[in-house]
């Protein structure tokens, strides 16, 4: 059974482009979550998807950052314009239904770098 | 605010030993306390995780865990640590009620010793 995809592994891009990260969670799951993790700051939730429905995205860090979720199999973060302090390695996991006891299921990264 | 510390960095422990790594966290009402484990270059990996019941928790490769309501901890083991333990490991919580957030601890690094 596939586990979270996320596409691509690696992104290098230049200050001011567009820069789109996709992600595929687990068939079944409804709660889509993506994490940016740095070095500094550790693991950081961005934005939580459940039912395909943006319920918390506090942690967007400004309006550059932007995250859609179509349908239940599919989710983008799109960073507009991209900043060097924007590389870092950005997480999407997924979990099942449930009363929030249940874990999370991570893909294994973009690892974005702006020069 | 909910909140997890990690007080180690990192934590040496030759290959046989008992590893010990520990959490402690904050929250309010009653806890959902999680580990995973972060091998190089991977994503996150789910190791055990404690709803409610018996305070002892096993999870994948051998691990184990305890939950303190009293010392609000809930430290990571393994009897015996092999070299391929060697990761960074992430304790995380949320509230059991309503939606919360799960707040991922800063990570501790498991250095396993041959």
């Known amino acids: 059974d596939a586990g979270v995809i996320q596409s691509p592994r690696h992104e290098v891009t230049e200050m001011g482009q567009e820069v789109t990260l996709r992600c595929k969670p687990i068939?079944?799951?409804?709660?889509l979550f993506w994490y940016r993790q740095t070095m500094m700051r550790g693991l950081e939730l961005l934005i939580y998807f459940n039912n395909n429905v943006p319920i918390d995205d506090s942690g967007m860090p400004e309006d550059r950052f932007s995250a859609k979720m179509p349908n239940a199999s599919f989710s983008t973060l799109k960073i507009q314009p991209s900043e060097p302090r924007d590389s870092a390695v950005y997480f999407c996991a997924s979990s099942p239904p449930g009363r929030g006891g249940n874990e999370q299921y991570f893909g294994p990264g973009t690892r974005l770098t702006v020069t | 605010a909910q909140s997890v510390a990690q007080p180690e960095d990192q934590v040496n422990v030759a290959e046989g030993n008992p590893l010990t790594v520990k959490c402690t966290y904050s929250?309010?009402?009653?806890?959902?306390l999680f580990w995973y484990v972060q091998y190089p270059n991977r994503g996150l990996q789910f190791l055990l995780k404690y709803i409610t019941g018996d305070n002892l928790v096993k999870g994948s490769y051998g691990f184990e865990a305890e939950f303190n309501k009293s010392q609000t901890s809930f430290h990571l083991k393994k009897p015996s640590a092999l070299v391929s333990d060697s990761a960074l490991y992430f304790c995380a919580v949320r509230s059991s009620g309503g939606y919360q957030k799960v707040t991922f601890g800063i990570g501790t690094k498991l250095q396993v010793i041959p």
């Open positions: 929250v309010s009402g009653n806890p959902y």
């Open positions: 068939s079944g799951h409804n709660s």
